[in-house]
């Protein structure tokens, strides 16, 4: 559909992608489902032009995690 943007990661500046007393997680398995990451706690996307701009995620290596600290920047257009 023209217009539609492939999506690999939803960012937001909340501590998770889900409500804080979810019990099921959905929003987390609807984009595991979907093969998009979150990132949580993101600063400055207020900041982010709504295209354009490339972001660069590097995630500290963590043996058997599923998630963990990472250092996020962003080149603008």
């Given at each position: ?15 998770s ?61």
């Open positions: 559909m023209l217009g539609e943007r492939k999506v690999d990661a939803i960012g937001l500046d909340t501590p992608l889900d409500h804080g007393p979810s019990k099921d997680f959905a929003a987390h398995r609807a984009f595991a489902a979907a093969t998009v990451y979150g990132l949580e706690n993101v600063a400055n996307l207020d900041r982010l032009p709504p295209t354009g701009a490339t972001i660069i995620v590097m995630p500290m290596k963590i043996a058997g995690g599923t998630g963990g600290p990472a250092r996020i920047i962003a080149v603008l257009p």
